[in-house]
């Protein structure tokens, strides 16, 4: 008997139990939630916790295709890490050339026109572009600024026009030309050169030059104008001189036809003349002078078959111009310069 009374009271406790769970439903007056979490964070401290990764985005920007062509020399894109720059003792940011952004010519391709010895004709007008490398140094009162040459640049040929029966003051020969002449415009940014060319009866001639310099100009005419290409070929030599009273300015070109090359032309085969090139402009009133470098003469690669287009120039001149504020610039250029089409654009 004093066993059966605690058994009866289990009974009837767990047949409530089933009753209420079997009732009808109602708001309960406690309800738990029971969730599984790890420690790590149940107990964490907000405050200590390290901050999230940032998220990292990377963008892959494919290669040129000269880079999977065999033999790419990897070592003229390469930039110098900190030790290389720390022993060499040069703290200058090496900005590399970029490679050719058009194909190369094949090795069955073949010259389409060999050069010839004069221009018959002015080039065709457009615009032709062209590809880069080098550096630009500008000296100013303040401290010089030196940067990367544009990778990519143009220059327009204006249609020809004819002058006025003579090239300056000296009238042209009989057999000349009737003075058919052309504009070559150089475009750097604010920075533009606009040279007026002349086909005479025994070479190209430089008659006006014009250097605009943020909206401030410098002008040369020459005069006599000054021969930029003397017909003829290798082992052949000019030089040239004329002076712009007006401008206080005067003007020497020294040329000689050193060999002929071939140039790649983004897949066609130019042959030009290699021509020394020096030149020299003095200003009359200060006896200052500006123009390519003598200790390294500069070179062009001319083509007369094409209208005397310039299909390489490898630089290294000097400008001097005069700023927006009247204060004089120097222009230091140090450049190689290659066409990217025969063809007008």
Same mark, same amino acid.
């Given at each position: *008997?004093?066993?059966?009374?605690?058994?009866?009271?289990?009974?009837?406790?767990?047949?409530?139990?089933?009753?209420?769970?079997?009732?009808? @439903?109602? +708001?309960?007056?406690? $309800?738990?939630?029971?969730?599984?979490?790890?420690?790590?964070?149940?107990?964490?401290?907000?405050?200590?916790?390290?901050?999230? &990764? +940032?998220?990292?985005?990377?963008?892959?920007?494919?290669?040129?295709?000269?880079?999977?062509?065999?033999?790419?020399?990897?070592?003229?894109?390469?930039?110098?890490?900190?030790?290389?720059? #720390?022993?060499?003792?040069?703290?200058?940011?090496?900005?590399?050339?970029?490679?050719?952004?058009?194909?190369?010519?094949?090795?069955?391709?073949?010259?389409?026109?060999?050069? @010839?010895?004069?221009?018959?004709? +002015?080039?065709?007008?457009?615009?032709?572009?062209?590809?880069? !490398?080098?550096?630009?140094?500008?000296?100013?009162?303040?401290?010089?600024?030196?940067?990367?040459?544009?990778? #990519?640049?143009?220059?327009?040929?204006?249609?020809?026009?004819?002058?006025?029966?003579? /090239?300056?003051?000296?009238?042209?020969?009989?057999?000349?030309?009737?003075?058919?002449?052309?504009?070559?415009?150089?475009?750097?940014?604010?920075?533009?050169?606009?040279?007026? *060319?002349?086909? !005479?009866?025994?070479?190209?001639?430089?008659?006006?030059?014009?250097?605009?310099?943020?909206?401030?100009?410098?002008?040369?005419?020459?005069?006599?104008?000054?021969? =930029? =290409?003397?017909?003829?070929? $290798?082992?052949?030599?000019?030089?040239?001189?004329?002076?712009?009273? !007006?401008?206080?300015?005067?003007?020497?070109?020294?040329?000689?036809?050193?060999?002929?090359?071939?140039?790649?032309?983004?897949?066609?085969?130019?042959? !030009?003349?290699? %021509?020394?090139?020096? $030149?020299?402009?003095?200003?009359?009133? /200060?006896?200052?002078?500006?123009?390519?470098?003598?200790?390294?003469?500069?070179?062009?690669?001319?083509?007369?078959?094409?209208?005397?287009?310039?299909?390489? &120039?490898? *630089?290294?001149?000097?400008?001097?111009?005069?700023?927006?504020?009247?204060?004089?610039?120097? %222009?230091?250029?140090?450049?190689?310069?290659?066409? /990217?089409? %025969?063809?007008?654009?």
């Amino acid at each position: *008997m004093t066993h059966r009374a605690p058994m009866r009271v289990v009974a009837l406790l767990a047949a409530s139990l089933l009753v209420a769970a079997c009732g009808p @439903s109602r +708001p309960d007056r406690l $309800e738990f939630g029971v969730q599984r979490i790890a420690l790590g964070i149940a107990f964490v401290d907000e405050d200590a916790a390290p901050p999230p &990764e +940032p998220e990292v985005i990377v963008r892959l920007i494919p290669a040129p295709p000269e880079v999977y062509q065999p033999g790419f020399d990897f070592e003229s894109v390469r930039v110098r890490d900190d030790d290389e720059a #720390e022993d060499e003792g040069d703290d200058d940011i090496i900005i590399p050339p970029l490679p050719p952004r058009c194909p190369a010519a094949s090795p069955e391709a073949t010259i389409d026109l060999p050069v @010839s010895p004069s221009v018959l004709d +002015p080039p065709a007008p457009g615009r032709y572009p062209r590809a880069n !490398a080098g550096s630009i140094e500008l000296v100013t009162a303040g401290p010089a600024l030196k940067f990367p040459y544009p990778f #990519e640049s143009s220059w327009l040929v204006s249609p020809e026009r004819k002058a006025a029966g003579k /090239t300056g003051t000296v009238a042209l020969p009989s057999n000349a030309p009737t003075g058919r002449q052309w504009t070559v415009t150089k475009q750097l940014g604010g920075f533009q050169t606009i040279e007026l *060319m002349e086909l !005479a009866s025994n070479g190209v001639l430089l008659v006006e030059r014009r250097i605009v310099n943020a909206g401030v100009e410098t002008v040369l005419r020459p005069d006599p104008p000054v021969t =930029f =290409f003397q017909f003829g070929a $290798e082992g052949d030599s000019w030089n040239s001189a004329g002076a712009d009273v !007006a401008h206080d300015l005067a003007i020497v070109i020294q040329g000689s036809i050193k060999d002929r090359a071939v140039i790649d032309v983004c897949g066609v085969l130019a042959e !030009a003349f290699v %021509i020394g090139y020096t $030149e020299q402009v003095v200003n009359l009133a /200060t006896g200052e002078t500006s123009g390519t470098d003598s200790a390294e003469p500069s070179t062009v690669f001319y083509a007369p078959q094409y209208g005397g287009l310039v299909v390489k &120039e490898q *630089m290294h001149t000097t400008q001097r111009v005069t700023a927006a504020d009247g204060s004089p610039v120097v %222009i230091n250029l140090d450049y190689v310069s290659t066409l /990217t089409s %025969i063809d007008p654009t």
